[in-house]
């Protein structure tokens, strides 16, 4: 039988951070065994919002290496860039015909970037998750593993592969593939580390509310020395009123690879004074190894690119494959 597969994909808009690492890439490592694997670099959701030409070829290279660094293996996972294959906007294209305006209105994360966009907000934001829908079920995906984030975004695919069935395909003989989202009990949602209510994101224009991936011993330490913390003697999971404590302690339960239960044991009594040093010292451990990785890979740009050029090889041919199929069911010709 063959491997069920799983996709997903990261925008290279800067470093990635310990959200990225803990909500998306570290289950995309310990699926890849299990599934095939299609990781890609959405480069093409990359200029829905303001972008710096200069950087995002560059920032793309990057995230392949991160992928990397963090132990995906490009013998075993297929990793390519969006832009590469044209199935995604062409795709894209004919979801759009077929997706109701008012579907895309409801987009929480549409949204909030639109606020920072104020005037400016393009058309391309309030279509970014059709071309979302596009990328995942180009590829026929059984599992989408993402942070919690995203989880609208693979229902809104859902319906829309849902709607182009009814309206192309027959019960029978479904067009496209509907995944499920794949989000994990903890680390799909990593929290800022100056507010505990707030989502850790590349766009906070405080460096200090997230650790990012390339972040040397030093950083990391001065961050978690700053990172907010409340006034109360003993840590605890799941309090509600003490949103940072829970987030602290889940980056340590989840870096320093224990249970919950020995977490809660272990820092029942603990002040922060003692905790902060702690999870400094786990952090630079567990990201030491992925940073070495990653700054050897980011001096050979000739094994990257040849990385990116198989993967895109193997992408390109299932791609065509499901767009030749949703043509042929909305009515075109295919020419040979
Ligand atoms: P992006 O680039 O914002 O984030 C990439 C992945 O990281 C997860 N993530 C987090 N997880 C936990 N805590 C956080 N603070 C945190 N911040 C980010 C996200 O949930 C995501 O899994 N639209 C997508 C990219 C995309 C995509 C796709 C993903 C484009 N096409 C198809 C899956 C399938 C995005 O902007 O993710």
Known sequence: MSKQRILSGIQPT????????????????????????????????????????????INTLNVAATYIACGIDPQKATIFVQSHVPAHSELAWLFNCITPLNWLERM???????????????????DYPVLQAADILLYEPDLVPVGEDQ??????TRDIASRLNFQ???EEKPVLKVPEPLIQASGARVMSLTD????MSKSDP????????SDDADTIQKKIKRCKTDPVRGLVFDDPKRPECNNLLTLYMLLSGQSKEAVAVECADMGWGQF???????????????????????SDRGYLESVLRSGRE????????????????????IPR
């Open 14 to 57: 800067g470093n990635l951070h310990l959200g990225n690492y803990l909500g998306a890439i570290r289950n995309w490592v310990a699926l890849q065994d299990e599934y095939d694997s299609f990781l890609f670099m959405a480069d093409l959701h990359a200029v829905t919002v303001p972008h710096d030409p200069q950087k995002l070829a």
């Open 108 to 126: 929480i994360q549409f949204k909030e970037k639109a606020v920072k966009q104020g005037e400016n907000v393009t058309v391309g934001l309030f």
């Open 151 to 156: 989880k609208q975004h693979v229902e809104l």
């Open 168 to 170: 192309y395909g027959s």
């Open 196 to 199: 505990g209510t707030k989502k």
């Open 206 to 213: 405080s460096e200090l509310s997230r650790v990012d991936l």
């Open 276 to 298: 902060k040093p702690l999870l400094a010292e786990t952090m630079v451990e567990a990201l030491r190894p992925i940073r070495e990785t990653f700054l050897e890979l980011t």
């Open 314 to 333: 193997k992408a390109e041919a299932i791609a065509a494959h499901t767009l030749a199929n949703v043509k042929t069911a909305m009515g075109y010709t």
